[in-house]
Nanobody, 125 residues
Framework: QVSLVESGGGLVQPGGSLRLSCAAS????????MGWYLQAPGKERELVAD???????NYADSVKGRFTISRDLAENTVYLQMNSLKPEDTAVYYC???????????????????WGQGTQVTVSS
């Protein structure tokens, strides 16, 4: 089982900054991709940014130039630095992790996808 624990959400004024953290723990061999998704009220969950173990990043167009994703591989932690926040960034932010749980000769890599519990980010004056 893999657990993802998020922190860092809160209330911030437009133009302000927040830093989200997500730490993975449990039984797994490696983490391939860690990322952040958001879900606004009444809308689908959508990608904000993700990062592979090799350092390749992917950002939603709406956050490019404002948000930065980073990882601490040794600590199995992913961060999202959010600058120049806008009211439309208001949402619940979820951490997602794609891991290799174990590997066998017969099955190869057995993978799993896990989600955190979500952390609220509210941008308002």
């Amino acid at each position: 089982q893999v657990s993802l624990v998020e922190s860092g959400g809160g209330l911030v004024q437009p133009g302000g900054s927040l830093r989200l953290s997500c730490a993975a723990s449990g039984r797994f061999l490696s983490i391939n991709v860690m990322g952040w998704y958001l879900q606004a009220p009444g809308k689908e969950r959508e990608l904000v940014a993700d990062m592979t173990e090799g350092g390749r990043t992917n950002y939603a167009d709406s956050v490019k130039g404002r948000f930065t994703i980073s990882r601490d591989l040794a600590e199995n932690t992913v961060y999202l630095q959010m600058n120049s926040l806008k009211p439309e960034d208001t949402a619940v932010y979820y951490c997602r992790s794609s891991v290799v749980i174990y590997t066998t000769i017969e099955q190869g890599d057995v993978r799993g996808d896990y989600w955190g519990q979500g952390t609220q980010v509210t941008v308002s004056s």
